[in-house]
């Protein structure tokens, strides 16, 4: 079955320092992927996708994600994270317009 | 321009009774969702229109759940009976053409069955 799943569901950083949050999915043929934020009280927004093309795509606020084929996975980075990042992101996969599935999530906390 | 509208954002009833929930997408976009979200989960894909049409509606559980779209434009989610495990926010989104166009999504209605 197709899935996307996320290894950390909690992950605290220090606020300046450099975040990597994981992403696997399984799929059988490379799907679209993306990541999006839920900070609380607010709505779902997307941070990036990837398509096809370079495998290191560039999003808002700061957030690229490398796509590696040989690993299945599409890791979201931040060089230096700020305060504001702390919520909860999903890495979500799509089979060209069929089964868009989410992974579970993984909560950031930062410390200040 | 406005996002997408869900009402109401809250709902209380009790168990065996229905409830319906409203989702307006941005305008001129084609393909709405209906995606469900439990507490520390990610959202679940319940049904996806492209204009009034349900062209993905393998995860709606159909014993309960309905959802029509009749004009292309806005729709509507019901759920009868509800039960306490349908407890969950429920998440309205749309995109311009299919969902290799950013999904924008609407704040959600979050049920509680009791």
Redesign the interface.
């Known amino acids: 079955a197709q899935s996307?799943t996320q290894p950390d569901i909690h992950i605290t950083v220090s606020e300046g320092a450099s975040l990597e949050l994981r992403c696997n999915y399984s799929y059988g043929a490379t799907p679209?992927l993306f990541w999006y934020v839920q900070s609380p009280g607010?709505?779902?927004?997307?941070l990036l996708?990837y398509?096809s093309g370079d495998t290191l795509v560039q999003g808002i606020k700061g957030f690229e994600a490398e796509f590696k084929r040989s690993q299945s996975s599409f890791n979201l980075r931040k060089p230096s994270v700020h305060w504001s990042d702390a919520a909860e992101y999903?890495c979500?996969a799509?089979n060209?317009?069929?089964?868009?599935?989410?992974?579970?999530?993984t909560r950031l906390s930062v410390l200040p | 321009e406005a996002g997408v509208v869900q009402s109401p954002r809250y709902k209380i009833i009790e168990k065996k009774q229905p409830v319906a929930f409203w989702c307006n997408p941005i305008s001129g976009h084609n393909t709405l969702y209906w995606y469900l979200q439990n507490l520390g989960q990610g959202p679940e894909l319940l049904i996806r229109y492209e204009n009034e049409e349900a062209v993905d509606d393998s995860q709606l559980p159909k014993d309960r759940f309905s959802a029509e779209r009749l004009k292309g434009v806005d729709s509507t989610l019901k759920i009868q009976p509800a039960e306490l495990g349908d407890s969950a926010v429920y998440l309205c989104a749309s995109s311009g053409q299919g969902s290799a166009d950013t999904q924008y999504f609407g704040p959600g209605t979050r049920l509680t069955v009791l």
């Open positions: 996307v679209y607010q709505g779902l927004q997307l996708k398509f999903f979500a799509d060209y317009g069929q089964n868009f599935v989410f992974g579970p999530g």
